[in-house]
């Protein structure tokens, strides 16, 4: 079903420019509303959340404008995690959820994301429903009272006590721990939940200012944090992205730590407490296949979907698995939450540190890694892959190159104007070979 706006995750774009404009907002903010009242009702209630980019006051007035407008109640956050707004969404019986944020993109970008009243990001067909109202000619004037919009203050403590309780945190005390807030959502929230349950915490990244969200630091830099484990002999270094949905750590040495191998010890720590649903973890076609090979070993099957944590978190609601993830930190505990959270699974981890008495360098040593090329182009359109031959011809040449030692994918990004060449293969050289070969084909022909 395709969409003009919506994307992999939401509307995104560049602030000021369409479709992330003011006058779109308030279009957005109408057309939620109006597919709301599809019920029947009109005085639904809708939480709205932002990260700390410059433009999420912007975005933020006109959606509330848009919905006060067709006579809903709007309950505003301030920054905070889009894990938050979520979880708020359901736990006070919203009637949908409102994220601004363009999660690990620069501050010059922002986005929206639409939760349902079950936390869940909405389905296809009511995106697609709410497209068509934003992108109509006329929309008829309101009628009825208008809503209103207040700010709940306590957000982010229900956020903290709903957090702390779902990942079963024992006591982190003894623990030294350097947390990496990307000056984004996550800033203030992070290091105080860590705090509370007694680690010694060291802050990093904490002091947004609008433009600094993402810019040399979190989840896209987690070398800062690595740097600052081996300054402060930390036990572990935490680096969250813009919105706090994911996740990337590093040792006590310092070594960052691939996200495959966050997704493997997780699911080996579930299966032996018997707690892994169907004993398969979800993941995406990025992750390696050192993953896959290792599962295997403890009877844990992976199941493999296309790139985003909404086709994950679909999958494990399908059938009824209760972990999944991406390579890129996002992890998905569907027990306690319906989107992925950093910080949540931040604390799981120091828990199964805490409970089996290691050290993160041990747990993480649960896989072996293929060696992997993974490149991001501009380019200029996006017409299908397929239908280009020269790309096409390239794919296929390393497909046979690589025969059972390996793989290649392909792909547009669904947020940026760029594709993504991943080569896999155990010759590290062929990889690389493979992966520039075919970068020159997208170079010749659709390159920006």
């Keep these: 079903m395709s969409t003009q706006l919506f994307g992999t995750d939401g509307i995104r774009g560049i602030a000021n420019q369409f479709p992330i404009t003011p006058e779109v907002a308030l279009r957005i903010g109408r057309a939620v509303a109006r597919v709301l009242q599809a019920d029947g009702y009109k005085r639904h209630k809708v939480v709205i959340g932002k990260d700390t980019r410059l433009s999420g006051y912007m975005l933020e007035t006109a959606i509330t404008s848009g919905l006060v407008s067709e006579g809903s109640r709007v309950l505003l956050t ?8 979520a979880h708020l969404t359901r736990s006070m019986g919203c009637d949908a959820g409102i994220m601004l944020t363009a999660s690990h993109n620069p501050y010059q970008d922002n986005g929206i994301k639409i939760f349902g009243p079950d936390g869940y ?32 203050d306590d957000a982010m403590g229900r956020y903290i006590e709903f957090t702390k309780n779902a990942a079963g945190a024992n006591s982190l005390r003894g623990l030294k721990v350097v ?19 007694g680690a010694e915490v060291i802050k990093l990244s904490t002091q947004p200012d609008g433009r600094n969200i993402n810019e040399g630091c979190g989840a896209l830099h987690p070398e800062r944090a690595a740097k600052a484990v081996i300054e402060h002999g930390a036990d572990v270094g935490i680096c ?9 750590f590093c040792d006590e040495t310092g070594q960052i730590i691939d996200g495959d191998r966050v997704l493997c010890l997780c699911a080996k720590a579930l299966k032996a407490k018997g707690k892994l649903q169907g004993d398969t973890l979800v993941a995406t076609v990025m992750s390696n296949l050192g993953l896959r090979d290792a599962l295997e070993k403890d009877g844990i099957t992976l199941e493999t979907t296309g790139v985003g944590d909404r086709l994950v978190i679909e999958r494990m609601r399908e059938k009824g698995y209760n972990l999944g993830g991406e ?3 996002h992890i998905i505990y569907s027990d306690h939450a319906t ?36 490149l991001a182009l501009d380019v200029s359109e996006k017409p299908p892959i397929e ?16 025969a059972e030692k390996g793989r290649v994918l392909v792909r547009y990004s669904g947020t940026e104007r760029k594709i993504r060449v991943l080569t896999e293969c155990s010759d590290s050289e062929l990889a690389q070979t493979q992966a520039d070969l075919i970068a020159a084909a997208i170079k010749g022909t659709i390159g920006a």
Excluded: W
Aim: hydrophobic share 45%.
């Design 339 to 374: 989107t992925g959270d950093g910080i949540m699974s931040a604390l799981m981890v120091l828990s199964m540190m805490r409970e089996k008495d290691v050290k993160l360098s041990e747990l993480a040593d649960c896989m072996d890694i293929y060696p992997q090329v993974l």
């Design 240 to 248: 969250l992205d813009g919105d706090a949905d994911r996740v990337i």
């Design 179 to 197: 947390v990496d807030c990307a000056n984004g959502a996550g800033y203030y929230v992070g290091p105080l939940i860590f705090e509370e349950l």
């Design 121 to 152: 990001k909405l389905s296809d067909e009511l995106e697609l429903e709410i497209e068509r109202l934003i992108l109509a000619d006329e929309l008829s004037q309101p009628d009825g009272d208008l809503g209103k919009a207040i700010r709940i």
């Design 78 to 85: 301030g920054p905070a995690p889009t894990p938050a707004v």
């Design 387 to 402: 239908e280009v031959p020269e790309i096409h011809k390239a794919i296929q040449q390393a497909e046979a190159a690589f």
């Design 327 to 329: 390579n890129s930190g």
